[in-house]
């Protein structure tokens, strides 16, 4: 049978537009108590709710409403730009606007530390079909470049840290420093959040609906979830991304709720008719904007820029990760317990990014000759049929059995196409099995998607003039999600 039937939503054919990094990217910050942490999944819905592409008179009055910093400020020797967009996600524990009642209703007592203990690179292709989300832990075991400490003034060489303490010794200039220096990602934007545009978000939204398999307690934020679905008001979403304690997952289960938050929320977005509504729109943007932070590039321009390009978003178009550990527990004298990454997974996860792939496909890298190709639905699952789209007579033949020996279901009886002079390989594919059209793709190095509503599950190759063999596959290893994957259904 093939693979069931995924989001929505039909990916368009890629038209690589390039597109230089001239965005400045932006740190993380660092924290103590309130563990917050997702922020950035408002920030995120900017994005996502600017592919709207409502209009120019609508965003460019939010403009004005961003606080701006420069978080690239005399940057030197940063790495080479890749292919999209990467914005880096930090969120704080700031909490201005927020009344007494709801501080104590959430648990939001206490002075705000300045501080952050949330990271997450957000990567937009640069077809702006996909947004990949990497977190970062806040105690990872991290290098900072050498650096003028912004507190007491004293020059330090690089030495030792955990990551979220960059934000306290070098503010957002150092964090974006010492993340490119550990992902050598060249990071194009910066963008910082707090508690307050997070509630007033979520809110304005009208809720976000959770679901969670098992009951989740944590008395140190209050959160109390039967197990089941939920539809989390922005005060019970902020319990629900900032808990470290319930489970004993401790700060990778709650980047794991962070991740499912965001997917849940990038699914309310776009499914749920705010981004046809100007003035829901203007709502929501105005509730993250107005305690947003970003470098000074990021404004009217990229949100039209992407509003125009991202029409086609969905759940299923995002994908969520986080970087590889390989030591947990790593004690480092004067710090404390840190967090290792694997070097050599870390390195084929931000390769990924710089590389503009998917990371639920090409993870592992791979190609003819080399190791399979990661992707998320197995080749047994897809029925295929093939046919042969240019004059090379039993070229048809050739690619069904590549195909079949590579574990696809194809109906080993192609034919001829139509038009015998196709340039480019194509997929036509339906939208309901969108997810195996792109397994399928990640098979045929070069081909194009082509959804057609209507085509049914067997999708259909057209071997074009580009053809030039067929790549081995395997199932995507546990730890890249898809925003449909995680929602509810």
């Not at 961003?66 to 999209?84: E, L, T």
């Not at 990467?86 to 501080?115: H, M, Q």
């Not at 060249?186 to 307050?196: N, R």
Request: hydrophobic content about 35%; overall charge positive.
């Amino acid at each position: 049978m093939p693979a069931s039937p995924a989001s929505p939503a039909a990916p368009r054919s890629p038209q690589r537009r390039p597109r230089p990094s001239s965005g400045r990217p932006r740190p993380p910050v660092r924290r103590k108590k309130p563990r917050w942490a997702m922020r950035a999944v408002t920030t995120l819905s900017v994005v996502v709710l600017a592919a709207a592409g409502i209009g120019h008179a609508v965003v460019t009055s939010l403009d004005a409403d961003i606080d701006r910093v420069d978080p690239f400020k005399d940057m030197k020797n940063r790495p080479r730009a890749g292919h999209g967009m990467n914005v880096l996600l930090v969120g704080t524990d700031g909490r201005d606007g927020i009344s007494e009642t709801e501080r104590r209703k959430y648990r939001l007592g206490g002075a705000p530390c300045n501080c952050t203990d949330t990271m997450m690179i957000v990567h937009i292709s640069e077809d702006r079909e996909r947004a990949s989300v990497v977190s970062l832990p806040r105690d990872s075991y991290a290098e900072t470049p050498p650096h003028t400490d912004r507190i007491t003034g004293r020059r330090h060489g690089g030495h030792v840290i955990k990551l979220n303490a960059a934000y306290a010794e070098g503010g957002p200039n150092l964090t974006v420093r010492t993340v490119e220096h550990m992902t050598h990602v060249k990071i194009d934007h910066y963008l910082e959040i707090d508690f307050t545009s997070f509630m007033k978000t979520v809110d304005v939204l009208g809720g976000v609906e959770i679901c969670t398999a098992k009951p989740l307690r944590d008395s140190y934020t209050g959160l109390d979830l039967a197990a089941g679905t939920h539809e989390l008001s922005g005060g019970e979403a902020l319990q629900y991304v900032r808990s470290r304690h319930a489970d004993g997952s401790s700060d990778l289960g709650r980047m794991q709720r962070q991740q499912r938050f965001m997917a849940a929320l990038i699914a309310q977005s776009t499914s749920s008719g705010v981004l046809l509504n100007p003035m829901k729109f203007r709502d929501i943007t105005r509730a993250v904007l107005g305690s947003v932070r970003a470098d000074k590039e990021f404004g009217t321009g990229e949100l039209l820029d992407l509003g125009r390009a991202m029409r086609n978003f969905s759940p299923a178009s995002s994908e969520f990760t986080t970087v590889p550990i390989g030591r947990m527990g790593y004690a480092v004298k004067g710090i404390g317990s840190t967090l290792k990454w694997d070097a050599a997974k870390a390195g084929r996860l931000f390769r990924a990014l710089r590389e503009d792939e998917p990371l639920a496909v090409r993870r592992g890298g791979g190609g003819e000759g080399g190791a399979p190709v990661r992707v998320e639905v197995a080749p047994q699952q897809i029925r295929v049929q093939v046919e042969n789209g240019t004059l090379t007579a039993g070229l048809g033949r050739k690619v069904d059995t590549a195909l079949a020996a590579t574990g696809f279901r194809t109906t080993r009886v192609p034919v001829n196409a139509r038009d015998r002079e196709v340039g480019r390989t194509v997929i036509v594919y339906d939208p309901r099995w969108d997810r195996s059209a792109k397994s399928l793709a990640a098979a045929l190095p070069g081909s194009s998607l082509r959804a057609v509503r209507g085509q049914g599950a067997v999708l259909k190759v057209v071997v074009g003039a580009d053809y030039r063999g067929v790549r081995k596959v395997r199932v995507e290893e546990p730890g890249v999600t898809t925003g449909d994957q995680v929602g509810c259904r």
